[in-house]
């Protein structure tokens, strides 16, 4: 009678450890993920659908790795820690948005980097084409000669003559 009476409260102890560590349930058995898990699982890559987010997975393998990022998340755990747990369990491919610190700036810094190189080419290339102005060579090029009086009064006449073939007369 005596080993019943210890063994209630040491059978109540080791329960009580395996229900800490189930995700608990909402109003009426309704789940409520843990926010801290929802932001962690938000960056992450699934390891089981290439190229889908680990919160949009339907593989059941996604499923339970939800739950155990839930579940730690219930622990205690904060979203830095489980995703890092992640990434130490599956590798750096799954991480969906990349660290600020180290090799990971890169990843901020380049785009803009390029959108504004690019920006710079389409300035320069739009200067450079400017309708109107000459190239530089053209203005001081030694080879260029003034047009005479009788040549423009040639070009008149030919440009004239060239309307009046086009015109059609009603």
Not at 20 to 44: D, K, M, T, Y
Request: proline fraction near 6%; charge should be negative.
């Amino acid at each position: 009678m005596r080993i019943r009476a210890l063994s209630l409260p040491l059978f109540i102890l080791v329960t009580a450890s395996g229900l800490a560590a189930q995700i608990p349930e909402g109003v009426a058995g309704a789940f409520e993920p843990h926010p801290e898990a929802e932001e962690a699982i938000s960056r992450l890559y699934s390891p089981f659908c290439p190229g889908f987010m680990l919160d949009v997975c339907t593989a059941s393998q996604s499923a339970a790795l939800r739950d155990s990022i839930q579940m730690f998340a219930y622990q205690g755990w904060t979203s830095d820690e489980l995703e890092d747990w992640m990434i130490a369990n599956y590798g750096e491919e799954y991480r969906a948005v990349p660290e600020t610190g180290g090799v990971g700036f890169f990843a901020w810094i380049l785009p803009v980097f390029g959108l504004l190189m690019g920006l710079v080419i389409v300035v320069l290339a739009l200067r450079k084409f400017r309708p109107g102005r000459r190239p530089l060579e053209a203005v001081h090029s030694e080879d260029e000669t003034l047009i005479t009086a009788d040549e423009q009064a040639r070009l008149r006449s030919a440009i004239r003559e060239i309307e009046l073939a086009e015109d059609p007369s009603f």
